[in-house]
């Protein structure tokens, strides 16, 4: 071994978790979500909680078919008590009181409890006259918009609400917006029974993947979190890479991959595996900056990866209108992919700075693990198997596999749950579904204006006129260009918004522009998909970036810069599957689907080895650029481009190997 080598052995107890304190404020500052209220008085809080409780049992009660009603009550219900619990645990401003509830927010919280009230008094009303509004039916509506805009301010910040806003104008005077974008106008009242009296604006598509899809995996995650599953993926993924060269890194990408496709929220992730893994990852020798960055790119990655997706793929499939195993089998090789981009990355640079793993001796065994925990898998087999084999719905699905976590759970002492236990996670559930659906309600608002005023056909029109004007005689440029645009629009959508609102923001407005172009619909909404997660990333609204970065004690901007290197590959990843559907393996033979995971590899290693300048040995810019190019190549895969690719890989190997090599030391490195 060189002298220069540095012995980073990690004694684990040095690197002790970040605290929970420390944590929870990392989670207040950059998830609003979690800036809730914490009552001084007991009532309150026992109020809260039987409420939060009523809502969970209400959704599983529904999803169980025990009880059935027409969609839009069951949304109205659905906005109604996620409009109470935002009132009633979230403040109106930063500085108010975070001890008792405020008299403006009571009157809220009434009109909230009126609005569910309203539409079951005037449904048949509605269904008889073909949804034709009186005087108070436009009150009422108006108030319900007032309402959810206040309530998503409260909880998501000012973006989502000031956006809406712009479209309620939009719908209102949009004569007098440029002509690409201009339609008649409509009134105040045309735009309040569309968006209130309907299921097509705020009790629309938005509310109902809520309503049924996205409140059921959340408590599926919370039941999961509650028994012990975060420590399971924890130990496991130390298990598998902690004592690797720079194994705390890869423990934080595997762990944060597993628990990420179950919970949905990048931010929460970071603080959830970041409190373990940073401080391991620091100590072993990763940087401040560097450390932060892997734990918010494998966060991210998280809900790019199935099987659950953080509930993006029951959405997608609802949306397409497809199946869940389509969904499943176009997003499962470009989100391993994804992972193998940044795990190379962390191998190239503990290999690159000589940092070690930890010490097996320290580390749980497989074997333990399994025998502990291991049990903790069923549910999620249960649900893969129900979801694909089974032909139930997906809302059954999710129901049975709440069911069945809660008996498997039963099985080991580490995982029980007592009645108090699953109380507690029927609570949290509750309160983490206020944010992500208060936040579908507003985007209700979006969809609705959008699908009265047909302005996502006239942003695709503008987007595909750009990308055709700029390159007339030059199809594949054209297409170019228009996905660049689309990435652009949909990292915009983005900023700042759970990934489920921002993904219906941006197949609603981007995606059409892809689809007019003749990309299938399926890869369109998954391009779309991936750049409203990647906004987490990229500076300057990077959340998850910035909270990594809080917990490492890294600069903010530098971090978010890490990991967009870090996750270079997934920004290209999308173009790939844009320009060659095989990578998303629709109709893919034996020999196709090799030479396409094969390719993707490679082009993956390439792009690693260009963002770290390091394959067998450091390299020099003009390698590194080289070796970006051949990945380049690798992007539309062709007999061709695919050759060039692989034999650009061999020529670097073979350069540093008999032109570059040295031993990897200092003054080789500087030399090369």
């Given at each position: 071994?060189?002298?220069?080598?540095?012995?980073?052995?990690?004694?684990?107890?040095?690197?002790?978790?970040?605290?929970?304190?420390?944590?929870?404020?990392?989670?207040?500052?950059?998830?609003?979500?979690?800036?809730?209220?914490?009552?001084?008085?007991?009532?309150?809080?026992?109020?809260?909680?039987?409420?939060?409780?009523?809502?969970?049992?209400?959704?599983?009660?529904?999803?169980?078919?025990?009880?059935?009603?027409?969609?839009?009550?069951?949304?109205?219900?659905?906005?109604?008590?996620?409009?109470?619990?935002?009132?009633?645990?979230?403040?109106?401003?930063?500085?108010?009181?975070?001890?008792?509830?405020?008299?403006?927010?009571?009157?809220?919280?009434?009109?909230?409890?009126?609005?569910?009230?309203?539409?079951?008094?005037?449904?048949?009303?509605?269904?008889?006259?073909?949804?034709?509004?009186?005087?108070?039916?436009?009150?009422?509506?108006?108030?319900?918009?007032?309402?959810?805009?206040?309530?998503?301010?409260?909880?998501?910040?000012?973006?989502?609400?000031?956006?809406?806003?712009?479209?309620?104008?939009?719908?209102?005077?949009?004569?007098?917006?440029?002509?690409?974008?201009?339609?008649?106008?409509?009134?105040?009242?045309?735009?309040?029974?569309?968006?209130?009296?309907?299921?097509?604006?705020?009790?629309?598509?938005?509310?109902?993947?809520?309503?049924?899809?996205?409140?059921?995996?959340?408590?599926?995650?919370?039941?999961?979190?509650?028994?012990?599953?975060?420590?399971?993926?924890?130990?496991?993924?130390?298990?598998?890479?902690?004592?690797?060269?720079?194994?705390?890194?890869?423990?934080?990408?595997?762990?944060?991959?597993?628990?990420?496709?179950?919970?949905?929220?990048?931010?929460?992730?970071?603080?959830?595996?970041?409190?373990?893994?940073?401080?391991?990852?620091?100590?072993?020798?990763?940087?401040?900056?560097?450390?932060?960055?892997?734990?918010?790119?494998?966060?991210?990655?998280?809900?790019?990866?199935?099987?659950?997706?953080?509930?993006?793929?029951?959405?997608?499939?609802?949306?397409?209108?497809?199946?869940?195993?389509?969904?499943?089998?176009?997003?499962?090789?470009?989100?391993?992919?994804y992972y193998l981009g940044i795990i190379l990355q962390v191998q190239m640079r503990a290999t690159k700075d000589h940092l070690h793993g930890i010490p097996k001796d320290q580390l749980p065994r497989i074997g333990?693990?399994?025998?502990?925990?291991?049990?903790?898998?069923?549910?999620?087999?249960?649900?893969?198997?129900?979801?694909?084999?089974?032909?139930?719905?997906?809302?059954?699905?999710?129901?049975?596999?709440?069911?069945?976590?809660?008996?498997?759970?039963?099985?080991?002492?580490?995982?029980?749950?007592?009645?108090?236990?699953?109380?507690?996670?029927?609570?949290?559930?509750?309160?983490?579904?206020?944010?992500?659906?208060?936040?579908?309600?507003?985007?209700?608002?979006?969809?609705?204006?959008?699908?009265?005023?047909?302005?996502?056909?006239?942003?695709?029109?503008?987007?595909?006129?750009i990308g055709r004007n700029a390159v007339p005689d030059s199809p594949a440029i054209s297409l170019f260009l228009t996905l660049l645009f689309t990435m652009v629009t949909c990292m915009i959508l983005g900023m700042?918004?759970?990934?489920?609102?921002?993904?219906?923001?941006?197949?609603?407005?981007?995606?059409?522009?892809?689809?007019?172009?003749?990309?299938?619909?399926?890869?369109?909404?998954?391009?779309?998909?991936?750049?409203?997660?990647?906004?987490?990333?990229?500076?300057?609204?990077?959340?998850a970036s910035f909270a990594a970065a809080g917990l490492s004690g890294g600069n903010p901007m530098k971090t978010g810069v890490a990991s967009v290197k870090l996750a270079l590959a997934g920004f290209i990843i999308?173009?790939?599957?844009?320009?060659?559907?095989?990578?998303?393996?629709?109709?893919?033979?034996?020999?196709?689907?090799?030479?396409?995971?094969?390719?993707?590899?490679?082009?993956?290693?390439?792009?690693?080895?260009?963002?770290?300048?390091?394959?067998?040995?450091?390299?020099?810019?003009?390698?590194?650029?080289?070796?970006?190019?051949?990945?380049?190549?690798?992007?539309?895969?062709?007999?061709?481009?695919?050759?060039?690719?692989?034999?650009?890989?061999?020529?670097?190997?073979?350069?540093?190997?008999?032109?570059?090599?040295?031993?990897?030391?200092?003054?080789?490195?500087?030399?090369?």
């Amino acid at each position: 071994m060189a002298d220069t080598e540095r012995d980073l052995t990690v004694e684990t107890a040095d690197a002790a978790p970040i605290d929970a304190a420390k944590g929870a404020e990392i989670m207040e500052k950059f998830e609003k979500e979690s800036r809730t209220r914490n009552f001084s008085a007991k009532p309150l809080v026992k109020a809260g909680y039987i409420l939060c409780l009523f809502f969970t049992l209400y959704h599983l009660v529904f999803a169980s078919g025990m009880v059935s009603t027409q969609n839009i009550k069951h949304h109205a219900v659905h906005v109604g008590l996620v409009l109470i619990l935002g009132f009633l645990y979230y403040p109106a401003y930063k500085k108010a009181s975070r001890k008792k509830v405020a008299w403006y927010d009571w009157i809220c919280i009434a009109l909230s409890v009126a609005m569910p009230c309203y539409v079951f008094y005037r449904y048949l009303d509605w269904t008889s006259t073909g949804f034709r509004p009186t005087q108070l039916d436009i009150i009422m509506g108006t108030l319900l918009i007032l309402l959810v805009m206040e309530c998503s301010r409260r909880i998501s910040g000012p973006a989502l609400t000031i956006l809406s806003a712009i479209f309620l104008i939009y719908g209102m005077y949009g004569r007098y917006f440029p002509s690409i974008f201009q339609h008649r106008g409509y009134s105040w009242t045309r735009m309040v029974q569309y968006l209130t009296c309907d299921i097509s604006g705020i009790y629309g598509s938005s509310v109902k993947v809520s309503a049924t899809f996205i409140v059921l995996f959340i408590i599926f995650g919370e039941v999961m979190n509650k028994c012990g599953m975060g420590q399971f993926f924890n130990d496991i993924a130390n298990a598998l890479a902690g004592h690797t060269k720079g194994g705390p890194a890869k423990v934080a990408v595997l762990a944060s991959g597993f628990l990420g496709s179950i919970n949905g929220s990048a931010v929460a992730n970071v603080v959830t595996t970041g409190t373990f893994t940073i401080p391991l990852m620091k100590k072993t020798g990763y940087t401040k900056e560097f450390a932060g960055a892997v734990e918010a790119t494998a966060s991210v990655g998280g809900q790019l990866l199935p099987p659950i997706m953080g509930a993006a793929a029951f959405v997608m499939a609802e949306t397409l209108g497809v199946d869940y195993p389509v969904i499943i089998k176009a997003a499962v090789l470009p989100a391993l992919i994804y992972y193998l981009g940044i795990i190379l990355q962390v191998q190239m640079r503990a290999t690159k700075d000589h940092l070690h793993g930890i010490p097996k001796d320290q580390l749980p065994r497989i074997g333990q693990v399994m025998r502990e925990r291991g049990h903790l898998l069923i549910p999620i087999i249960f649900l893969l198997y129900m979801l694909i084999w089974s032909g139930k719905t997906v809302i059954m699905v999710a129901f049975w596999t709440i069911i069945v976590t809660i008996v498997v759970a039963q099985l080991r002492p580490v995982s029980r749950m007592s009645l108090k236990d699953l109380c507690d996670a029927f609570v949290a559930g509750a309160k983490s579904t206020v944010s992500v659906a208060i936040a579908c309600a507003c985007v209700g608002i979006i969809v609705g204006v959008c699908a009265q005023t047909g302005f996502a056909l006239n942003v695709a029109s503008a987007i595909v006129s750009i990308g055709r004007n700029a390159v007339p005689d030059s199809p594949a440029i054209s297409l170019f260009l228009t996905l660049l645009f689309t990435m652009v629009t949909c990292m915009i959508l983005g900023m700042g918004l759970p990934s489920i609102p921002s993904y219906l923001i941006t197949a609603t407005i981007a995606a059409p522009a892809l689809v007019e172009l003749e990309v299938p619909a399926i890869a369109a909404h998954m391009f779309c998909f991936y750049f409203a997660m990647f906004a987490n990333l990229t500076p300057p609204v990077a959340l998850a970036s910035f909270a990594a970065a809080g917990l490492s004690g890294g600069n903010p901007m530098k971090t978010g810069v890490a990991s967009v290197k870090l996750a270079l590959a997934g920004f290209i990843i999308p173009y790939m599957f844009v320009y060659n559907q095989k990578l998303m393996l629709e109709n893919v033979g034996l020999l196709d689907g090799i030479q396409v995971v094969v390719t993707s590899c490679v082009g993956v290693l390439l792009i690693a080895a260009a963002v770290e300048g390091y394959l067998r040995g450091r390299m020099n810019i003009l390698l590194r650029l080289f070796s970006f190019g051949a990945a380049v190549l690798l992007i539309d895969s062709q007999p061709i481009t695919d050759i060039i690719g692989v034999a650009c890989l061999l020529i670097i190997l073979a350069l540093q190997m008999f032109v570059f090599h040295r031993h990897d030391d200092p003054s080789a490195a500087s030399a090369a």
